[in-house]
């Protein structure tokens, strides 16, 4: 990407900090609009001006992460994700739907892991569980009167299909730590990193003496992968009891990271969620013997719909806009005008797999099925497409098509740009990435959090970690690099303390 010479840069005082840099992410659906407003100005300072809080607190954190020290703490802290991930905790599609049926019980198994690694946390910390594997940590605070923070993440990953397995550069469940500092292994970026972050961060802070005024939940559901049904939704009714609606100052899950892009660090906390559908396609046929078949059975139908459904995307409706930033000349054009943003949309989707998926509705056909012995002629064959949008469904029945929805989430609210949690947030990662611009961003994967709505507005999906440091998620070969996980361990300690100072 081509950069603008430094004396074509803006000039006024605040972009000469900070380059002013707007986006504005419109994930539009056919019908529906979610709109993220990125914020640039200088966060770092915003909160200051607040005289809310003392500087002081932001600029020397009263307690400096151990994780950000260089030296032989990194094996530590690479000890206790890879055990983590070492612990198999594969959900299915289709897992039984009770938390306490035996086959949850590998969930018992990394909570001992995780007791046994953290023995402070769970012996100073109140451990309550929920649908049995739920595990929700309280660090009680001294007033009562302050909003929680809530750190989230999920115990569970998705599997790794046996015939996946030799593809694997290092088996996916021994944690090899490799010589330029890679973790290699299943959920270790998604999201056990996370997870071990938040515990080790927890363990620091008590190691420090620190005790906290406003009360710190850790919520670890053990289905996200499969639709958070139990644990989370347990966990939020459980917090909405005690506290209310709207009554969480802040709460922080997976999701966004630190991104490189643009000429520009960018800390990209996720601020909404896209809502999904699946839609199952069921071709309905008459059988038969296969000695004499028609020219299409019902698979080869159902091939030729999933053909079609792969030819003809959804089209991209969103747009995008920025100022000031490092960008290609024909899309800065065509930013400068709403009625030019669906082009730069289009611009930015035909260059990047993920800008098109952030900004439009997307399609995956993942499962097929059909037919069930070689000599009969199928009478049902099915695909079920993953579409990520807000919009209804189509839904429908016809003799030989039928169309149902098995599944699927709301968009979930967004996240505002502004306002206490905001500057906190953005003030704490300016703290740790002094040159980074903190933006809203889209991630297009949901999370738990879809549960956690009715407590605040706050939610925060991120995990300080670079793009770059994670890879594969979801795939052959996940990985995450142990810096990653360091500046993340740093990023919730230095947030908890931040959170812990601020009065609203
Ligand atoms: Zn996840």
């Known amino acids: 990407m081509r950069g603008l010479p430094l004396d074509e840069r803006p000039r006024n005082p605040t972009s000469l900090k900070v380059a002013l840099f707007r986006m504005i992410v419109l994930a539009l659906s056919l019908f529906t609009v979610t709109a993220l407003v990125v914020v640039s100005h200088d966060q770092h300072f915003a909160i200051l001006h607040t005289g809310r809080t003392n500087p ?41 739907t009770v938390g306490d049926d035996a086959w949850y019980d590998k969930f018992y198994d990394l909570e001992a892991y995780l007791v046994d690694t953290f023995p402070d946390v769970f012996g100073s910390l109140q451990l309550k569980h929920f649908a049995t594997h739920g595990l929700l940590l309280t660090w009680k605070g001294s007033d009562a009167s302050l909003q929680p923070l809530v750190l989230m993440a999920h115990q569970d990953t998705v599997p790794v299909p046996e015939q996946t397995l030799s593809r694997w550069t290092h088996p996916p469940f021994e944690a090899v730590l490799d010589d330029d500092g890679w973790i290699w292994g299943r959920g270790v970026a998604d999201c056990k990193s996370l997870l071990v972050a938040h515990l080790s961060a927890v363990s620091e802070l008590l190691k420090a003496g620190f005790k906290p005024k406003r009360t710190v939940h850790l919520s670890f559901g053990f289905d996200e992968e499969g639709g958070g049904v139990h644990s989370a939704r347990a966990m939020a009714a459980h917090l909405e009891d005690i506290y209310g609606l709207d009554s969480i100052f802040m709460i922080v899950d997976e999701g966004g990271g630190i991104q490189e892009g643009f000429g520009q660090t960018w800390v990209a906390p996720s601020t909404g969620e896209k809502g999904s559908v699946n839609i199952q396609l069921s071709v309905n046929v008459p059988g038969g013997h296969s000695s004499i078949p028609p020219a299409h059975t019902g698979i080869g139908i159902l091939s030729a719909i999933v053909s ?71 009478e049902e064959a099915h695909a079920i497409v993953n579409h990520r949008f807000g919009e209804e469904p189509p839904a429908g029945e016809a003799r030989y098509l039928r169309l149902s929805t098995p599944g699927g989430a709301e968009a979930s609210p967004v996240t505002p740009a502004k306002g206490n949690a905001w500057e906190v947030f953005a003030a704490t990662s300016r703290h740790l990435y002094p040159d980074a611009i903190v933006a809203p961003y889209l991630t297009t994967g949901g999370t738990d959090t879809r549960s956690f709505v009715n407590l605040t507005r706050a939610i925060f999906r991120f995990q300080a970690v670079r793009d770059k440091e994670r890879v594969n998620a979801h795939t052959v070969d996940e990985r995450l690099h142990l810096d990653g996980h360091l500046n993340s361990i740093a990023w919730v300690h230095a947030l908890m303390q931040n959170v812990d100072a601020f009065r609203e």
């Not at 998926?357 to 069930?372: E, F, H, N, P």
């Open 56 to 96: 002081r607190d932001f600029h020397r954190l009263p307690v400096q992460c151990p994780a950000q020290i260089p030296g032989q703490r990194r094996g530590m802290y690479a000890d206790r994700l890879r055990g983590a991930v070492r612990v198999r905790t594969e959900t299915f599609d289709g897992a039984p």
């Open 308 to 378: 079609t459904v792969e030819a003809n995307p959804p089209p991209v409706f969103t747009m995008c806009l920025a100022e000031h930033g490092t960008i290609d000349a024909a899309l800065k054009k065509l930013l400068q005008h709403e009625r030019t943003w669906p082009a730069a949309a289009q611009w930015m989707a035909e260059r990047n797999p993920g800008d098109a998926a952030r900004l439009s509705t997307t399609q995956a056909v993942d499962i097929i099925g059909g037919g069930v012995k070689v000599n009969a002629l199928p």
